[in-house]
């Protein structure tokens, strides 16, 4: 009989009552395949492979990751609370030490959806991985956690919400932002004035292969990795680089997927993206899961698989080498470059558009934080959303410094609840979520 060498839970949530429209590449069967290969080769007969039934994230869970505009019932169903969680329910099993690691199969995604939320956008509303990080930082006492994204698509939302926070290391191997959406993503994003150097977006060119991805967890992501010292990974593990994938142009495999898991290591992994529903996702998903258990995965091959016509160009690795050393210069760079941005103390703004490709909805945002050498720092975000509310919301980070609750008090007393529809309060130092 197999054992797992990792005790390795796993939670499958297919959300069958979810799906933007009934042919969206986001649908329920992206996960349907994937249990009926999983069921015949065996997977639940391993020894030490567990399956969990997911839970149901709160109101005040999700309160600690984004401000739901109006609120959160406008914008989410009860298939987005069993997806975040299933997430919440392995962080739970893997924090217990029920099992080493676990990997929640969940839909519907989530790293598109950012801090403000007004509603759909890049198929995600609301942000599993963030949700579960700000879980295990309230519930565990956990400081550092890494999230290390692998979606084809650059995790935006995931960039925002970790934008200004240097407790946590946010990480996104992608696609070129110049080549598909959302169209960001670039080496020059590193974060704000108080994170600078903790966020790291590796932009890889169209058609890297399995020899490209590789490359950059081996050579940048892992020595990042080390010197961070995370007390948790996560991995959102999106699988639109295959090879197959309608929506995007790189030729991994899932060897490459379970190379990467087993390099990487994540504590906990979360299914993003990945839309060729029966090509890919059910030998993907396989790699992955035996990878994380520790056991031989180099029979689980797609059946039209060909290593040959799936290399890079030369020109193509040598760009991505010219990368990877650039962000790890950055790293490297880190401390000098959160002096350089600011002086302390300071108030900085920053304006954005966002839309949301799902709702078509426009979003204008004006964001001032202050500069603080000792903390994360307060900000407040005005955010106009046409069709929607004109919005502030203020944020307190979980480790702030004295001066910064102060001010972010301030943001939120001097706001004239008159000139918006609704202003917000996440003080993340007493777990409090207001709105007046």
């Known amino acids: 009989m197999l054992r797992a060498a990792n005790k390795t839970g796993l939670v499958f949530f297919p959300a069958f009552d979810w799906a933007i429209d009934p042919t969206h590449p986001e649908r329920e069967e992206r996960l349907l395949y994937t249990q009926d290969q999983v069921s015949e080769e065996g997977v639940f007969d391993i020894e030490g492979i567990i399956e969990y039934k997911p839970d149901m994230v709160t109101t005040d869970e999700i309160r600690r990751a984004h401000f739901c505009v109006p609120d959160e019932n406008s914008i989410i169903t009860e298939s987005h609370l069993i997806s975040a969680g299933g997430a919440i329910a392995l962080a739970n099993a893997v924090m217990n030490k029920e099992v080493d690691r676990g990997f929640a199969l969940v839909r519907p995604p989530g790293h598109h959806a950012m801090r403000v939320a ?11 991985e963030a949700i579960m990080v700000e879980y295990l930082r309230s519930r565990y006492n956990i400081r550092k956690v890494a999230v290390i994204d692998t979606d084809c698509h650059h995790g935006d939302g995931s960039n925002d919400i970790f934008w200004h926070d240097p ?16 169209g960001s993503g670039f080496p020059s994003e590193l974060g704000g004035p108080n994170a600078k150097g903790y966020t790291l977006n590796i932009p890889l060119p169209p058609g890297t292969s399995a020899e ?8 940048t992501v892992m020595p990042i990795l080390k010197e961070f010292n995370a007390d948790i990974v996560v991995n959102s593990a999106g699988q639109d680089n295959h090879y197959t994938d309608p929506l995007t142009n790189m030729n991994f495999s899932a060897q490459g997927y379970a190379e990467l898991t087993s390099l990487l290591k994540p504590d906990i992994a979360v299914l993003e993206g990945g839309y060729s ?3 890919a996702l059910p030998y993907v998903n396989l790699g992955i899961i035996l990878a994380m258990a520790g056991l031989d995965y180099k029979g689980v091959v797609e059946p039209d698989y060909n290593p040959e016509k ?3 160009s030369v020109s193509i690795t040598d760009k991505i080498k010219k990368t990877a050393d650039l962000i790890h210069s950055y790293w490297n760079k ?9 002086e302390h103390g300071d108030i900085q703004t920053r304006h954005r558009e966002i839309f949301y490709d799902t ?3 426009f979003e204008r945002q004006k964001e001032r934080v202050r500069v603080c050498h000792d903390c994360g720092g307060c900000f407040e975000i005005e955010s106009h959303a046409t069709p929607g509310n004109h919005i502030l919301a203020v944020h307190i980070p979980l480790n702030a410094c004295d001066a910064c609750i102060e001010k972010g008090y301030a943001f939120y007393d001097q706001a004239d609840k008159h000139g918006f529809h609704r202003v917000f309060l996440q003080d993340r130092t007493k777990d409090i979520y207001e709105i007046k």
């Not at 007004?118 to 599993?128: A, M, S």
């Not at 407790?167 to 959302?182: A, K």
């Not at 490209?212 to 050579?219: K, T």
């Not at 880190?334 to 600011?342: H, N, W």
């Open 118 to 128: 007004h509603g759909g956008r890049g198929f995600c509303h609301i942000n599993i």
């Open 167 to 182: 407790d946590v290391l946010f990480i996104s191997l992608h696609q070129d932002g110049r080549t598909m959406y959302p």
């Open 212 to 219: 490209g991805y590789l490359y950059v967890i081996q050579n």
């Open 277 to 279: 529903i029966e090509g």
């Open 310 to 312: 799936l290399k890079q």
């Open 334 to 342: 880190r401390d000098q470059l959160r002096l350089e941005a600011g």
């Open 359 to 361: 709702d078509n909805i």
